[in-house]
Structure formats: structure tokens, C-alpha cells
């Protein structure tokens, strides 16, 4: 699956099999595995949008809209890894919200909850066959606009919402507050991607 931004063709839907999900093959390749400082971490489900590459006869009309498609592929979303290592994938149902937790909640109880290390998977040969098919549906509706659409991007839409303390309150038993806390997380993350 090319990388958000990277154009694709489209092949016809009745080609495409919806591959099964195989853990084994997922990367981090949207979003690297990290952990939110965060106490709380709401999350909504992802929406993907699909942009088609205009034709390039019709490079005088107006860009089309993006269209709402159903995950590309069964292994396509947010992966999280358990305490035992394994890595599951973590669907969020449509009209819910979960909740993730961050590194504070791990530090406010001494451990007994840990930060939920996390990321974004893209790996996909293709689209999958149902967003294809919305696709399709969508260039027979609309012929004169998307009939020729031939190619597109996908974007992974989606909102966090991330729960802290106030700055002056107390996270660590060492006293360490949010404020220092947070300080030292961003040293952290600064000094590993200057490495």
C-alpha cells in the first residue's frame, strides 16, 4: 500500500480479494510505535478518505472532493501492543470512543496500569474490495465528474483528545510534577530523533 500522499491505480474490485489479517505483516509505517505522555488518550474511529488524481484531459476542472471509503484493507489502522508483547489490532466501533492510557497514569499508579504503546499500520498490496466497490459506485453515479478517475491517494482522518493533569501537579512519588514530567519526555523524544 503506498505511503499517504503516494498515488495508486485502481484495479476493478471483482480482481481484489480481501486479504485476512495477518499480524505477522504489519509495520509501523503511518505512525511509529510510541506511547502517549498523556493520563488519557480518546480516541475516535478512523475515517479514510479517498482523493482521486483528476485525469489529466480534465486539468482545467475543478479538483474533486475526497470520498469516504471504508478501511483499504483488513490491516490497515491502529495496532497496539499488549503487555505481553503481541500485537493486536484495536478497531474502534462507529458512534464509540476508547480510551488509551499514557505514560501519567502509568507513573500515578506506580505501574499497576501501564502506557499503551501504539501505531498506524498501512501495509497493503491494493485497496481492499468493499472500498474499491465504493469507489466504483461512486464513478458510475457520477460519470461526467469521477467516470475517469483512474488513480488517488488515501488519508487516514481521525481525533485524539489527550487528557492531562495541570502543569503543578504531582505525578511521580519523587514529586515530580506534569510540568517537569512532560519537560523530560520532550527532552527524551528530542535527543532519540537527533540521534
Not at 23 to 50: A, K, N, Q, R
Amino acid at each position: 500500500f503506498p505511503r499517504e500522499g503516494e498515488p495508486f491505480a485502481l484495479p476493478p474490485s471483482s480482481s481484489v480479494e480481501d486479504a485476512p489479517l495477518n499480524v505477522d505483516e504489519v509495520d509501523d509505517s503511518w505512525c511509529g510505535t510510541h506511547i502517549d505522555h498523556s493520563l488519557l488518550t480518546v480516541l475516535c474511529p478512523s475515517m479514510y478518505l479517498f482523493h482521486p488524481t483528476p485525469p489529466t484531459s480534465s486539468s482545467s476542472s475543478a479538483p474533486l472532493d475526497p470520498l469516504i471509503i471504508p478501511s483499504p484493507s483488513r490491516s490497515t489502522g491502529l495496532f497496539i501492543k499488549t503487555r505481553a508483547g503481541k500485537v493486536v489490532q484495536a478497531t474502534i466501533p462507529e458512534n464509540c470512543v476508547a480510551l488509551q492510557t499514557g505514560e501519567t497514569v502509568e507513573l500515578l499508579t506506580s505501574r499497576r496500569l501501564a502506557a499503551t504503546p501504539h501505531f498506524v499500520n498501512a501495509t497493503a498490496a491494493t485497496l481492499g474490495r468493499k472500498a474499491l466497490e465504493v469507489i466504483e459506485r461512486r464513478k458510475e453515479e457520477e460519470p461526467e465528474t469521477w467516470g475517469k478517475v483512474e488513480s488517488g491517494t488515501v488519508s487516514r482522518e481521525t481525533l485524539a483528545v489527550f487528557l492531562q493533569p495541570n502543569h503543578d501537579e504531582v505525578v511521580a512519588e519523587d514529586g515530580e510534577t506534569f510540568g517537569q514530567f512532560s519537560t523530560r519526555v520532550f527532552k527524551r523524544h528530542y535527543e532519540e530523533a537527533s540521534k
